[in-house]
């Protein structure tokens, strides 16, 4: 809806729907990126550890929310103008256009098509007898943390892409952090005050000098 809203808003002659597009398509790329660490976790964790081996599913007081959740994205989602929209919007905000090329319902034809593709896949293979070992190189086992998939690894190949390669070494040595970059400068004046700071008092007397001179310059002018 937001990029729909986006595509009329251009029909008007003016040009800012380009920052627009520009915020909305940056904000997807963002989302896409906190999902990235969700999908390593749960497909790319540790699934062979005691402690999974011995796991068990929770009671139904702890999933039943989840699937509450699930159920109304979806109808909130899919049936937006029928459902929602129709009985807690519009009895408030009077009839309002709903003009609109986006068709969720085709979206979630294709999600339960990929779903039942994948069971079909998993009911032929017959996953559940397929033996599992250690990953393992010329005969000797490798640490887990060297064949762990993190999260971080799904952006390597945009980390390497010529444009953002040099940015990404720069931001690697932190030359884009804030807290980074403001204690640097604090230790640097610090290290200027350490250098005048020799401990002999006839050094003290001479800058406490210079500091009445320069003070009473700045008093007479």
């Known amino acids: 809806m937001i990029y729909q809203g986006i595509v009329e808003l251009s029909k008007e002659g003016s040009y800012v729907w380009i920052v627009w597009l520009l915020a909305a398509m940056f904000g997807s790329a963002l989302t896409l990126a906190s999902f990235m660490k969700l999908i390593q976790?749960?497909?790319f964790g540790d699934s062979l550890t005691e402690k999974t081996k011995t796991a068990k599913e929770v009671s139904p007081w702890m999933w039943l929310p989840t699937l509450t959740l699930a159920l109304l994205c979806l109808v909130f989602g899919v049936f937006a103008a029928r459902l929602p929209i129709k009985y807690y919007l519009l009895p408030y905000l009077g009839e309002i256009p709903l003009q609109g090329f986006f068709a969720p319902q085709?979206?979630?034809?294709?999600l339960i098509a990929g779903l039942l593709c994948g069971a079909i896949f998993?009911?032929?293979?017959?996953?559940?007898t397929v033996r599992t070992a250690p990953v393992f190189t010329g005969g000797e086992?490798?640490?887990p943390e060297e064949t762990k998939v993190s999260a971080t690894h799904f952006y390597d190949s945009i980390k390497n892409l010529p444009l953002l390669k040099g940015i990404y070494k720069e931001a690697e040595q932190n030359q884009f952090d804030l807290y980074e970059q403001g204690s640097r400068a604090t230790f640097?004046?610090?290290d200027?005050?350490?250098?005048i700071h020799q401990g002999l008092l006839h050094t003290y007397l001479a800058w406490c000098l210079i500091g009445l001179v320069v003070l009473m310059f700045l008093l007479c002018r």
């Open 192 to 195: 200027i005050l350490k250098s």
């Open 41 to 43: 976790a749960i497909f």
């Open 141 to 143: 086992d490798l640490p």
């Open 188 to 190: 640097w004046f610090s």
């Open 122 to 128: 998993y009911l032929i293979a017959n996953l559940k």
């Open 106 to 110: 085709w979206a979630l034809l294709l």
